[in-house]
């Protein structure tokens, strides 16, 4: 097994391009744990993790761009008011030292159908931003990005540079259903975005179907029938849950039950609209 450790991204693209099988690392808290149990054999490793432009964020053009290797601690700490959603996410994941390797690119890198950072992507309209050496750069929408699973939208000779997130305008939440309260792959997690200007919600599912994904039906009613300057309708908020809870598509397997996963989306959905609500109601009155 060859091991690539490029310094700057062109390096990385020229790797990528002469090895497209090489398997990129960043953070490794996802491809090492395959490496140890044998889960596959790659001819090549491509280590990101000296590229320093990849640690990189910023918040010019209206767009929090953040470089695929930043950690989720600096998400933490450093965006959590620009991107509270994705923060929360961040949060749950494992333990302090591997927040400290562990990367949103590489949790996007490893498409998960669990990665507890899709969700809050989806919710808050999140683009990947990826680049091959011939091709140059490709913006591709995240709701676009998750193929199957442990499948994207990467083409062989490409590498996630970064994700741009819109900064958050209104009350973002993100929940997460685990074995147990730390350091656990999640049974089910589901995250919400209000975006009061333009009087919509987003909605992200996660470890809920063979991808990451939206409940879309559950955003058109909100968006048809939601009262922004209102206290929540009971009955609106239980039609929600059940739409979003219709959008799941899971499996059981040693984690979770289907049809655990599908109750718990459509209860994490109910709380999490009702949290955001209380937030959005609380600024509107302040």
Request: proline share 8%.
């Amino acid at each position: 097994m060859d091991f690539l450790r490029p310094t700057t991204w062109d390096e990385a693209l020229a790797a990528k391009a002469d090895q497209p099988d090489a398997v990129p690392i960043q953070g490794g808290t996802d491809v090492m744990v395959e490496l140890n149990f044998d889960v596959r054999r790659p001819p090549a490793l491509l280590d990101l993790n000296q590229v320093a432009e990849l640690r990189e964020w910023s918040t010019a053009g209206g767009l929090c761009r953040v470089g695929a290797g930043v950690p989720y601690t600096a998400v933490i700490e450093e965006l959590g008011a620009t991107l509270p959603g994705l923060a929360q996410a961040a949060r749950t994941v494992g333990s302090p030292q591997i927040r400290n390797r562990g990367s949103v690119g590489g949790n996007l890198g490893a498409a998960s159908p669990a990665g507890d950072s899709h969700p809050p992507l989806l919710a808050a309209g999140a683009v990947v931003e990826v680049e091959s050496r011939g091709r140059g750069v490709r913006m591709i929408p995240a709701a676009e990005f998750y193929l199957g699973v442990k499948r994207s939208a990467l083409e062989p000779d490409e590498l996630i540079r970064a994700v741009h997130v819109p900064p958050a305008t209104g009350p973002q939440y993100f929940s997460k259903v685990g074995t147990r309260n730390a350091m656990v792959i999640a049974v089910c997690s589901f995250a919400l975005a209000l975006h009061p200007r333009e009087r919509r919600v987003g909605t992200g599912l996660g470890s809920a179907a063979p991808t990451p994904r939206r409940a879309i039906e559950a955003e058109q009613l909100l968006a048809a029938e939601l009262d922004w300057d209102a206290p929540l309708d009971p009955a609106l908020l239980r039609r929600f849950g059940d739409l979003c809870a219709r959008a799941a598509a899971p499996i059981d397997d040693v984690r979770g039950t289907a049809a655990y996963r599908v109750h718990a989306i459509g209860v994490m959905a109910r709380r999490t609209l009702t949290w955001a609500w209380n937030d959005h109601l609380e600024k509107r009155a302040a």
